[in-house]
């Protein structure tokens, strides 16, 4: 017996430093940049574009691509979400390009070709989304920009001086708070005993990246923006789910729209619905751009 509770003892103990080790490993990859060669540009966007190198707010090297739109037409900045890169966003730029905006979409600090790195899930990719912004504005003078950010694109928006200088934002799929996040998505692996282990991995930000997590919340900064913004979720989303989307939609005080997207997960949601993307985001930029 006394043996048997020894082996319960030690069995335990091994499953408890086992599981430790794991999460410690996935926070490490979790934070990993995610470099890429992204090769080159489309040839659906060749005609107009180019390959771009400008500064982040943090004075890391961004690259990107800028596609010339009609010299009336105002510009549109696109951001990608975590552990992608520009590639996600070409087909919203030759949409959008085939509307005449001048259209810049680029690869964050540690994804892509940017140097970079961690990722860190909005804090320094605000200051890429700040850089990108006044870059884009260098290159059409005197026009308006509007805003597609995905997921980490839409909480690099809303975290940081975006939000005050677009004349229009679209946010899509982006999670309410980096804690909520990341108690959902390890929900999706582990069932609702994972996000009691969430701790594990939030911890390791401050040590990590410098950061404390109640510093990444997206919703504490709806209340802030202060022109039109179209909010886009899924109906089916489980990284973030869609009463968060919700209740950040409520929290914005300006001019608003909001796109429940029947039977969409966390996905993209031009490729998911692809018509009706196109409808709602070219009315809602001729409206405000």
């Known amino acids: 017996m006394i043996i048997n509770k020894k082996r319960t003892s030690l069995f335990l103990l091994f499953s408890s430093i086992l599981c430790v080790l794991i999460l410690y490993v996935v926070g490490y990859l979790l934070c990993a940049p995610n470099q890429v060669d992204i090769g080159d540009i489309p040839v659906e966007l060749k005609a107009n574009g180019k390959s771009v190198t400008f500064k982040s707010k943090t004075g890391k090297d961004l690259s990107g691509w800028l596609i010339q ?24 730029a030759i949409f959008l390009n085939n509307l005449g905006y001048t259209v810049l979409l680029f690869d964050f600090q540690g994804h892509g070709e940017s140097s970079g790195d961690n990722i860190t899930f909005g804090y320094l990719e605000s200051k890429d989304a700040e850089g990108a912004f006044n870059f884009l504005e260098s290159q059409i003078t005197n026009k308006k920009i509007g805003v597609i950010g995905v997921s980490l694109g839409g909480a690099a928006t809303l975290l940081g001086d975006v939000i005050h200088k ?23 692996r582990l069932g609702e005993f994972g996000r ?14 410098g950061f404390d997590i109640e510093t990444i919340s997206p919703l504490s900064r709806m209340s802030l923006i202060n022109c039109p913004v179209y909010v886009i979720a899924g109906e089916e989303d489980q990284h973030t789910k869609i009463f968060e989307s919700e209740e950040m939609y409520e929290k914005i005080n300006s001019t608003k729209q909001f796109w429940k997207v029947s039977g ?22 001729e409206t405000y751009l």
């Open 196 to 209: 009691r282990l969430s701790p594990l991995l939030t911890s390791q930000l401050k040590p990590r990246l």
């Open 69 to 92: 739109g009609h010299a009336d037409k105002a510009g549109v900045l696109l951001m990608h979400g975590v552990r992608s890169n520009r590639l996600q966003m070409v087909d919203r």
């Open 166 to 188: 677009a004349d229009a934002l679209v946010i899509e799929a982006v999670f309410s708070t980096l804690e909520e996040a990341v108690k959902n998505r390890i929900e999706i």
């Open 264 to 285: 969409a997960a966390h996905q993209d949601f031009y490729r998911f619905a692809n018509k009706t993307y196109e409808k709602n985001i070219s009315d809602f930029f």
